[in-house]
């Protein structure tokens, strides 16, 4: 993801300061930790691309290559210092090794139409030696197994000088070790740059140090010559096979194309070619001998530094620019990180002094607008993590609660849940009876005493069809619950109704300006003061005929 203003790249517990390189399946990054104590600490990330993340050939390879280097620790082999995976993209950060490449040393001579001094060459031809040799026979100290990794892919790109006169061999992204080394090659698939395999290599048969051997008496023929070996330019793959295949008709001395070439490298280099490999060096600690001997007799004085010194002359305006353009990434990452450190500790001192806490206010979510590029970056990670970590019953759990919420919501407003389970039925029905289907009453009072004209005793007779299709007509949304009458003991018992007619029961009151309501009787008894007057509550009986 991208940071804001800067933009940088981060990258799990790495700020990507600059792209090195990008091929089909990985990138290359310069990079430094994503921390404000780790500056001045520079390290080189490679990266799985994401459509090459599933593809198992490859990560089987890329594992192979963290399997391999893992415990490497020399001085002419690349370290690893961390590996992992991030958003399904497995990666690598190893050593950055100031410096170029033997290819881009030997185009810079190509361009002034120059080769390689003889002894830098052999003296460059050691180290890498070195190197080969020591992941041939490398045991894990740690662990205790051994190794005993085939480079398989030894060429110009990977073997690094630094500007300190110092080669590594880099990229064992298709090295084998001792214990997949029966796994033979599929056929029509040869890993390794086309033009520097070993014959073995393509006939498929099991690999071991041999091979690389090969491989770099190819890189030393050229280095030397200035022209490639088994290559020419408009040539196939096809017919670069060819000549690897018959390699003893195209292989000539070093000395035929560069006079300066001595007699006793020629013998050294051609030993390294040889086709059948039980005549070649036995292995990169004895071509590394060998080479050193004959330095020790030919150039005797010569050293690391002199290949430093050449290296240094050759990139002088280079080294200024990058090393300029490094200072200058390293210390905007540093801005950023500082600043990013200093928010953060303003938020922590915030929510410790009480404001309000949650997951937006912990992680500054609220004033994300606010904070460097780093810090926003880091927050979209983190959002992302939670976005894609979410199990799916957090979803479920959050929509029923919604769901619940707004029921409530609603069921206060319109009151659906009582209408499903019929709360105060009786009171509705008795309230919304309009005057002209209201049933006919019946007063009777008895002859003594005079009738109380706060409250009648009513029996009601409705024919059933009449009464049910009113009460579906005039049904309401909310009914109005009824206020308790404090003098509702003073009224009579209600009327029954015949019971062929199913009416709800009313009680009404006589000359009343309030609507029609119907109470419960009140348990107290009535006052003295203020008796009521007596109805007498006259009921209907059904006659049998």
């Given at each position: 993801m991208q940071s804001g203003q800067e933009g940088f790249e981060i990258f799990g517990n790495y700020v990507l300061l600059k792209s090195l390189a990008t091929g089909g399946m990985?990138?290359?990054?310069?990079?430094?930790?994503?921390?404000?104590?780790?500056?001045?600490?520079?390290?080189?990330?490679?990266?799985?691309?994401?459509?090459?993340?599933?593809?198992?050939?490859?990560?089987?390879?890329?594992?192979?290559?963290?399997?391999?280097?893992?415990?490497?620790?020399?001085?002419?082999?690349?370290?690893?210092?961390?590996?992992?995976?991030?958003?399904?993209?497995?990666?690598?950060?190893?050593?950055?090794?100031?410096?170029?490449?033997?290819k881009q040393i030997a185009q810079k001579f190509e361009e002034k139409n120059e080769t390689i001094p003889v002894p830098t060459v052999l003296g460059l031809m050691v180290q890498a030696a070195s190197g080969l040799h020591y992941a041939h026979s490398f045991e894990n100290g740690v662990t205790g197994e051994r190794v005993n990794a085939v480079h398989r892919d030894v060429s110009p790109h990977n073997?690094?000088?630094?500007?300190?006169?110092?080669?590594?061999?880099?990229?064992?992204?298709?090295?084998?070790?001792?214990?997949?080394?029966?796994?033979?090659?599929?056929?029509?698939?040869?890993?390794?740059?086309?033009?520097?395999?070993?014959?073995?290599?393509?006939?498929?048969?099991?690999?071991?140090?041999?091979?690389?051997?090969?491989s770099l008496g190819i890189v030393a023929w050229e280095l030397l010559t200035g022209h490639k070996l088994f290559q020419r330019p408009d040539d196939t793959e096809l017919q670069v096979i060819k000549r690897i295949e018959n390699c003893e008709q195209?292989?000539?001395?070093?000395?035929?194309?560069?006079?300066?070439?001595p007699p006793e490298v020629d013998a050294l280099i051609l030993k390294a070619l040889k086709k059948d490999r039980d005549e070649r060096w036995p292995?990169?600690?004895?071509?590394?001998?060998?080479?050193?001997?004959?330095?020790?007799?030919?150039w005797?004085?010569?050293?690391?530094?002199?290949?430093?010194?050449?290296?240094?002359?050759?990139?002088?305006?280079?080294?200024?620019?990058?090393?300029?353009?490094?200072?200058?990434?390293?210390?905007?990452?540093?801005?950023?990180?500082t600043a990013e450190a200093e928010q953060k500790t303003r938020l922590l001192a915030r929510e410790q002094q009480g404001a309000p806490k949650g997951l937006s206010r912990f992680f500054g979510l609220s004033r994300k607008k606010h904070l460097p590029g780093v810090m926003e970056a880091r927050?979209?990670?983190?959002?992302?993590?939670?976005?894609?970590?979410?199990?799916?019953?957090?979803?479920?759990?959050?929509?029923?609660?919604?769901?619940?919420?707004?029921?409530?919501?609603?069921?206060?407003?319109?009151?659906?849940?009582?209408?499903?389970?019929?709360?105060?039925?009786?009171?509705?029905?008795?309230?919304?009876?309009?005057?002209?289907?209201?049933p006919k009453q019946i007063y009777r009072y008895s002859s003594t005493e005079t009738p109380a004209p706060q409250s009648v005793t009513t029996t009601t007779v409705v024919a059933p069809e009449i009464a049910s299709q009113e009460l579906?007509?005039?049904?309401?949304?909310?009914?109005?619950?009824?206020?308790?009458?404090?003098?509702?003991?003073?009224?009579?018992?209600?009327?029954?109704?015949?019971?062929?007619?199913?009416?709800?029961?009313?009680?009404?009151e006589a000359k009343a300006k309030r609507p029609a309501r119907e109470y419960k009787r009140h348990s107290r008894a009535p006052s003295a003061k203020k008796a009521p007057a007596k109805a007498t509550h006259v009921k209907k009986k059904s006659r049998r005929r």
């Open positions: 990985a990138e290359v990054f310069l990079a430094r930790p994503a921390n404000t104590t780790s500056n001045g600490r520079v390290v080189v990330v490679k990266r799985i691309l994401k459509h090459i993340a599933n593809d198992p050939e490859f990560l089987k390879m890329f594992r192979a290559e963290i399997r391999v280097s893992l415990g490497f620790n020399h001085p002419h082999t690349i370290q690893i210092y961390d590996f992992g995976e991030i958003d399904y993209q497995p990666y690598i950060a190893m050593e950055y090794i100031e410096g170029k490449s033997l073997l690094l000088l630094s500007y300190h006169g110092n080669l590594k061999v880099i990229d064992f992204g298709v090295a084998k070790a001792e214990n997949e080394l029966h796994e033979r090659t599929k056929t029509g698939l040869v890993k390794g740059k086309c033009g520097y395999l070993s014959p073995e290599q393509l006939s498929g048969a099991d690999l071991d140090g041999r091979s690389d051997v090969f195209f292989t000539v001395p070093p000395s035929h194309l560069n006079k300066e070439v292995s990169a600690g004895a071509f590394q001998i060998a080479l050193r001997n004959l330095m020790r007799q030919l005797p004085s010569y050293a690391y530094a002199d290949a430093a010194q050449l290296i240094t002359t050759l990139f002088e305006s280079e080294i200024v620019v990058e090393r300029q353009e490094l200072h200058d990434l390293n210390t905007a990452a540093q801005q950023v990180l927050l979209d990670n983190v959002e992302s993590i939670l976005k894609q970590r979410a199990r799916t019953s957090h979803f479920v759990v959050a929509g029923l609660y919604l769901l619940a919420f707004v029921g409530l919501r609603m069921d206060d407003r319109y009151q659906f849940l009582d209408r499903i389970f019929g709360v105060e039925d009786d009171i509705q029905v008795g309230a919304i009876q309009p005057e002209k289907f209201r579906k007509k005039e049904a309401v949304r909310a009914p109005v619950r009824p206020k308790i009458d404090p003098d509702s003991y003073r009224k009579p018992l209600k009327a029954r109704t015949p019971a062929a007619v199913p009416v709800k029961k009313t009680v009404v």
